[in-house]
Each structure stands twice: as C-alpha cells, then as structure tokens.
C-alpha cells in the first residue's frame, strides 16, 4: 500500500477520522441506542411486552448483521466513502419512519433499515478510518480510536434531548422524540456528505480478499459474547433507571455519562490498544466493561449507577476499536475490510440474539435485575474467550 499524500490542513488525518465518525454517531449513538431512551414510553403506550420490545432490537440487530455480510461487496461496487454516505443516509431515513408510525411492522422495517445502514457504514468508515490513520503510523492507534468515539457523541447528545422531550410534551409523546433524533442525525451528516473522503490510496481488492476463521475462531467467540452482553445493558438500563424512581433529569445524566466516556476514551486506552498480543488489549478492556455492566447488581443508588455508566462506557467504545487494531497488526492492509467485516458479524450474530433472549428471561424472571446479571456474565465471559486469541502469522 502506498502512503497517502501528506494531508493539507482541510484533510487533516485526526479532522477526516472525526467527521467518519459521524456515521458511527448517526447509525449506532442515535439510530441504534437512542430507541432505549424512547423505549419505555413505547412499550407503555403501545402496550408492549419486554419481549416485544427487546425484538425492536433483535430486528436492528439482525439487519446491522446482514449489512455487515453485504458490506465488502457494497465496498467493491461503491467505494468506501460512497458506502459511508448512503450507509448513514439509510439510517436517517429510518428515524424518521419511526416518527411516522405506531405500527409494529414498519417500525421493526425502520429498525431493520437502521441495522442494515449502521453495518454498512460502520465497515466501510472503520476500513477507511485505518486507511487514513496510516498516514500518521506513529499515531494510528489514537486517530483509529477517534472514529470508536463517535456512537458517543451520538449517545451524549440524544440523551441531552431525549428525555426532556418526553417530560415536556408527556406520556404518549415517544413518536415526538423520533422527530427531534431525525433532526438531530441530518444535521451531523451534512458534514459526512461535504467532506472530500475519496482517499487516493488504496487498499486493494477487498472483497476478493479471502478470510480465515479458524485461526481467529476464540476471538471471534469472545467479540460475540460482547455482543450478546452489551446491547440487553444499553437496551434495558433506562427503563431499570426509570424503575427505580429516575426521572427525566437521572435518565439524562445516566445516558450522557455513557456517552461523556468516549471523549477521553482515546487518551484512557491509546496503551492498550497499541498491545500487538493478540487478543491481550481485547480481554483487558472487555473485562473493564464487564465491571461496569456489574454494578447495578450491587444496588440502585445515584452513586452506584453513575460509576457503572461511566466504567462501562470508557470501556464499551475501545472494545471495537480494539478487534480493528487486532486486525490491523495481523492482517495485511487489502484484508482489513474483510476482517473488520468478519468482527462485525460475530458481533452482530451476538447482539441479534442478545435483546429477545434477555427481554424473555426479564419476562420469565419479572425483573430487569436478571437481564443485567445475564448482560455481565456474558461480558466476563467474552473477556476470557479472548485472552486466548494469540498472535498471527503476517503476510505480506
């Protein structure tokens, strides 16, 4: 692979990677978890079960999984950029599909679309992101985790809105929230589709670059784990918060915790994620997570939840940049589309079963408390599945 061209000011490496990053804060901060801030006054209002609701996000799931197998072939046919920009597109019209109607159909369609537009773009941006850090070899790590940070701009700024939208036009006013994240995710894609990300360099023929998955079969384990253990605590924390007594101001400053984490994410793990062991740097941040996933366990005070949301997000956006990093050390740069792919659908598979299998165990149980018990374990587990991902052979 060639090096790009030394950047001008206007396409500075660290400015490029943050404005991808606007994908990843459309299709995964908004698109994907904002439906947790709206999904108590949905399941109230539209009669709901906790399994009914934990499919909005199984059908999400499951459409960013079958973006994520189409991914390398839309990368051939499209470009990377092109397939960021329509990707992010996707996504915002699914927003405001769910703003048009209380039907379950087309509001598990919206969701369908939101997954298909995540995954696309969230490949194609990771792949490009990586292509543009190369620029700068001494600081890839950190630019690559610029791009991670993005779902938390997404995560802070919906849950500035979100709930104080629904204290103010009140229960029923779920379908106004979907308004105002629509709004809010086409003002953060102007830049994404003015932004010249059309990079000279090239990274092959991705989609013509075979993957093997039995040398990297435990990690691919483990990052489903993570997958399955992440989305019941991002899906169902919310309503756990709301349960025991949160109002719109505590659901606000759970959230925008998260969401705070991933600006200093870069700085808190930039060491780790430089760790070329294998899946070393994976286990040490997925274990991190699996602590903040935990606590709740422990107790419902302000205190408790505020240290879990703020443990658990520095650790959650790292997760992913840490398989991208993996890939990146292990692989040569034509493959990285299809690895980042490769990750991308084991952790899809993992959070397409996650939502609808913890929602019928909270069901079964009667109590969210099980589902975050269910949440943590996973998590634990996917850190030690890891640990045992080594080193591969490079190839040129």
């Known amino acids: 692979m060639h090096a790009p061209d030394r950047p001008s000011p206007l396409t500075h490496p660290a400015r490029l990677i943050l404005i991808l990053s606007l994908g990843p804060t459309v299709g995964l901060g908004i698109g994907r978890f904002a439906y947790a801030l709206v999904l108590p006054d949905m399941r109230d209002t539209l009669g709901w079960s906790y399994s009914a609701a934990g499919f909005m996000n199984t059908i999400n799931a499951a459409g960013y999984l079958a973006g994520a197998l189409a991914a390398s072939r839309l990368i051939k046919r499209f470009g990377l950029a092109a397939t960021v920009r329509w990707g992010t597109l996707a996504c915002v019209l699914s927003l405001a599909l769910c703003a048009f109607s209380d039907n379950f159909i087309v509001l598990s369609f919206a969701r369908l679309l939101a997954g298909l537009g995540a995954a696309a773009g969230f490949v194609g941006g990771g792949a490009l992101a990586a292509t543009i850090a190369q620029s700068r070899p001494e600081r890839a790590n950190f630019l690559l985790s610029l791009f991670y940070a993005g779902p938390g701009v997404g995560i802070l700024s919906s849950g500035l809105v979100a709930p104080f939208v629904l204290q103010a036009f009140g229960p029923g006013s779920w379908w106004i929230v979907w308004w105002a994240m629509t709004l809010l995710a086409v003002a953060m894609t102007v830049p994404l589709l003015l932004a010249p990300l059309d990079m000279s360099a090239s990274i092959g023929d991705a989609a013509a670059t075979k993957f093997a998955i039995r040398p990297v079969l435990i990690y691919l384990i483990g990052y489903f784990l993570f997958g399955a253990g992440y989305i019941a605590y991002m899906t169902f924390m919310i309503a756990y918060v709301r349960d025991a007594g949160g109002g719109a101001a505590a659901q606000s400053a759970f959230w925008s915790l998260i969401g705070l984490s991933a600006f200093v994410t870069p700085w808190v793990w930039r060491r780790v994620l430089a760790l070329d062991r294998g899946g070393l740097s994976t286990t040490i941040i997925l274990g991190v997570n699996a602590i903040g996933a935990a606590l709740p366990i422990f107790g419902h005070s302000a ?81 030690i599945a890891a640990a045992f991902q080594g080193r591969l052979a490079r190839k040129p």
Do not use: E, K
């Open 303 to 383: 205190f408790l939840l505020a240290i879990s949301a703020l443990v658990f997000g520095v650790a959650f956006f790292a997760v992913v940049g840490s398989t991208t990093a993996f890939v990146r050390f292990n692989y040569p740069p034509a493959a990285w589309p299809a690895g980042i792919a490769a990750m991308t659908i084991a952790f899809g598979i993992g959070q397409t079963l996650g939502p609808i299998a913890v929602g019928a165990v909270t069901d079964a149980m009667g109590s969210l408390s099980h589902a975050l018990n269910v949440s943590a374990a996973m998590l634990a587990v996917g850190a």
